[in-house]
């Protein structure tokens, strides 16, 4: 908004306000934003959940002992306010006619709303199943069509619907309008990935910030000719200013971290992990790196590939690889304490995010 009301009022030339046309000063901008709108309104938020959940979310009876008797009584839903300050900051200093822009929030508000829905459910009948994980998918299908059919048509570029291995400089695969299949296979499977993360207070947006700095850098290396053809990645005009997007999504994130740290004061819920995993997932297709984000994201698919290995093994053998699936509740099973296993897992994600991006120099 504040990008084309600058260059509106007083033109590109301002000496000055010139300063708005660099998606880096934007960028921080944006961070800023979001990250004192849930400082400023985040407690405000909590009490407005308390008053109308009575009981908090729903805990896993089959989860450790110590869940239900330390998280009872938590409010959920607070992904809300995280997609709040996301839109807030992204269209505050984001540029409002790149379509891509618009697209990253569409993808983070639909999911959302999915995510909402089954919130809602689970309050309401104080169950922790919520609706059903059919139904759950093909909502998330038809969302992740709509915006990768959108992104598809404007997207019109050579190699726009090619898969680019990392590392190695030639190899890549073209999947023509098979690609559509492939675009929301990734952007559901992260939003599911980063769902099943979300087990314990901070675990998951530990991983969710490093991936969206490592993204933001990418993003910002992929609209800018110079680096790209420096780096050898493909350039996508306009890609940068996802960066202003994904910012943001930092910002909300470390904001809402503020209230999740242990004990958590809020859950972030369905709306804010699905949302926040298929915004991940969409800026990895835009971006061209969906596989460098398997690296990235890398916490990611170990839980979920914890989880098909625990239900394919029980159907086999009528036997468990792990204590509890996802894998952090493993570990939880065998004593660690909770902080310890966040932490741990933070420090795995920092690990591989830096490994993601060194796959950008390595070709």
Not at 283 to 311: D, N, R, W, Y
Not at 332 to 348: D, H, L, Q
């Amino acid at each position: 908004m504040f990008y084309s009301l600058v260059y509106k009022f007083f033109g590109i030339n301002s000496s000055f306000f010139n300063i708005f046309k660099y998606v880096t000063f934007r960028s921080i901008c944006s961070f800023i934003t979001s990250f004192l709108f849930i400082l400023i309104f985040g407690k405000k938020f909590i009490n407005l959940l308390k008053l109308h959940q009575k009981n908090g979310q729903p805990i896993r009876i089959d989860g450790p002992q110590s869940h239900l008797d330390a998280k009872k009584g938590t409010p959920t839903m607070g992904g809300a306010m995280v997609i709040l300050a996301v839109v807030l900051g992204s269209v505050l200093w984001g540029n409002l006619s790149n379509i891509n822009l618009w697209i990253s929030i569409a993808v983070l508000i639909g999911f959302g709303a999915i995510g909402a829905i089954d919130d809602f459910c689970k309050i309401k009948k104080y169950d922790y199943h919520g609706i059903s994980g059919k139904k759950k998918i093909i909502l998330q299908s038809i969302v992740a069509f709509c915006c990768c059919y959108i992104s598809m048509k404007i997207h019109d570029f050579p190699d726009a619907t090619t898969i680019f291995f990392p590392i190695f400089k030639n190899c890549k695969i073209e999947l023509g309008p098979f690609f559509l299949i492939w675009a929301i296979l990734v952007v559901v499977g992260s939003s599911n990935a980063v769902n099943l993360t979300d087990g314990l207070d901070g675990l998951a947006m530990g991983p969710v910030i490093m991936s969206s700095i490592c993204f933001a850098v990418i993003s910002y290396l992929v609209g800018n000719k110079i680096f790209a053809d420096y780096l050898q990645i493909l350039y996508i005009p306009g890609m940068s200013e996802d960066c202003v997007f994904l910012s943001s999504l930092v910002g909300a994130s470390l904001g809402f971290m503020w209230f999740n740290a242990p004990p958590a004061k809020i859950f972030m819920g369905d709306t804010g992990s699905i949302a926040i995993g298929s915004s991940l997932g969409y800026v990895a297709l835009s971006t061209k790196h969906e596989l460098v984000f398997s690296i990235i994201g890398g916490v990611f698919v170990i839980e979920v590939i914890s989880v098909i290995m625990q239900v394919l093994w029980y159907k086999l053998t009528r036997k468990r690889i792990f204590l509890m699936a996802p894998i952090h509740h493993h570990f939880e099973k065998k004593g660690w304490a909770e902080p310890t296993v966040v932490f741990r897992f933070w420090i795995i994600s920092i690990v591989l995010g830096i490994i993601g991006l060194a796959t950008l120099k390595i070709r």
